[in-house]
């Protein structure tokens, strides 16, 4: 059996790496650079507090990859289980805090629900006066998604599998209703299965299968700060969701700020995007900041920033599932791509060799909930 994955990022990487353990050949065909597209971008959360049942299954069952990387992929990805501080304003986003916390512990999640005052132990610096309700979990944290990147391809390349460089698809193969291979880089490639994992592609790719999904790429920024105090390299990866913005240590008392603000979130040309931040976004995202914890301030300095891309999609959850026989869409994780690798890539193994998967239940993550309306919304993101 030959599978081609579309799309150098984690996801597609992962997934070529289980994909040989299960003895399939791999071909993977990635347009630019492997991880030149969201995953170097990302900021590299790894968490289980999710609002949706699904979400949370994904991170546990991608758990134990993470803790065990360096022994399994021989890289030390960095991995800094410091925990994650969500943060209710308003006394909606609380109530629905207890809801999650609630799920998330019938799962085995070690979350809790928290006041202001109690979440100051988490977050000394904390602005308790501003919030409602916090929940925490200590099994969360934060690692390198670039390390991880080059871990899972150096073992999906040790195990077997080709990966091409600038070899851009530009042609999905029907015979009868089913997927039969690609054209990429000028060579017809024959494969039972294709798997899209190409980010903010994703939906590009489906259309060359004449597959229509609702993954749109979206823009993101993030910051590194020098706050005016340095903020402890065992604080929290702290959520400010009401606000939309979020920050966790980086080193050396720095941190890194991002989050989104405002109404306006227009698609993005993922070949043509503004990779430089917004001056004003950033001016703002260091305000943010500052009203939640007083780690920040009017001497806040801004080192450097970037810009990358989401793939969202309406109500961010990731697609996982074998769309058309012969061709599986593993897209629009809607920022939750990294962290979720090592699940989807056991899950695409799955789909391509048996037909199912096994490692979680991703029937809430077939494309047609978008028709149907009734797909629960993902509402821990920033």
């Given amino acids: 059996m030959t599978v081609v994955v579309v799309g150098g990022g984690i ?25 030149g597209g969201s995953t170097a971008r990302s900021a590299g959360g790894i968490r289980a507090q999710f609002s949706t ?8 069952a991608s758990a134990p990859v993470w803790e065990r990387f360096e022994e399994e992929f021989g890289v030390d990805i960095a991995f800094r289980r410091t925990g994650y501080l969500l943060l209710a304003r308003e006394e909606r986003t609380a109530e629905a805090f207890r809801e999650s916390v609630a799920m998330q512990r019938a799962r085995g999640v070690p979350s809790e629900l928290l006041t202001p005052e109690e979440a100051t132990r988490r977050c000394p610096e904390l602005r308790t006066d501003a919030f409602v309700a916090a929940t925490y979990s200590p099994a969360d944290g934060f690692a390198d998604p670039y390390l991880a990147l080059q871990g899972f391809a150096a073992a999906a390349r040790e195990a077997g599998a080709e990966i091409r460089t600038k070899t851009p698809v530009n042609g999905v193969r029907r015979d009868d209703g089913r997927v039969v291979g690609v054209e990429a880089g000028g060579e017809r490639i024959d494969a039972e299965c ?13 259309d060359l299968a004449g597959i229509d999904i609702p993954v749109s790429p979206r823009r993101r920024q993030a910051l590194v700060v020098d706050p005016d105090r340095p903020v402890p390299e065992d604080a929290p990866l702290t959520i400010d969701l009401d606000a939309g913005s979020y920050f ?33 976004w950033a001016a703002t995202a260091v305000e943010r900041a500052a009203d939640c914890a007083r780690y920040f301030g009017p001497d806040s300095r801004i080192r450097r920033g970037w810009a990358g ?8 959850h990731p ?14 994780f809607s920022g939750h791509g990294f962290q979720h690798a090592p699940a989807t890539g056991r899950i695409v193994a799955e789909l391509a060799v048996e037909g199912e998967a096994s490692t979680v239940d991703v029937e809430p993550l077939r494309s047609d909930r978008f028709g149907a309306g009734d797909g629960a919304v993902e509402r821990n993101v920033a």
């Fill in 11 to 35: 996801v597609g990487l992962a997934s070529a790496y289980y994909l040989r353990r299960r003895g399939v050949d791999v071909v993977v065909c990635e347009k630019g650079t492997v991880g």
């Fill in 53 to 60: 049942p699904v979400n949370v299954d994904l991170s546990l």
């Fill in 194 to 206: 294709v798997i899209n994992a190409a980010g903010p592609w994703a939906a590009r790719v489906a």
């Fill in 248 to 280: 966790r240590p980086e080193r050396e008392g720095a941190a890194i700020v991002g989050g989104h603000f405002g109404d306006e979130d227009p698609p993005q040309d993922p070949d043509g995007y503004r990779e430089s931040i917004d001056l004003d």
């Fill in 309 to 316: 891309l989401y793939a969202v999609t309406p109500d961010h």
């Fill in 319 to 332: 697609i996982i599932e074998e769309t058309v026989p012969g061709f599986v869409n593993a897209v629009g």
